[in-house]
């Protein structure tokens, strides 16, 4: 049987249950911003079907974000380390 909502203050609310919450909001992390970016349709629509077949071979969940910044991570420190000609 389902928690039946009960009226507190005028709002909706479920009965306590025996799970504790999940955390909510940001993860606790190094600083960060929000950069916009525009690409190109057929480049985004690469990135889906990668994150798709990423999703199932790995069983993991994946987003556009998390592809992107750990791409220009990797870019950023191979073209770091090269020396300068």
Sequence with gaps: MAPVPRQVDGRKRLA???????PRGRPKSEPSTIVNVRFP?????RLDRYLDRLEVQTGLKAN???IARRALELFLETHESQSPR
């Design 16 to 22: 306590p249950t025996s799970t504790p919450p999940k």
């Design 41 to 45: 349709v057929a480049l985004l629509a």
């Design 64 to 66: 556009r974000g998390m």
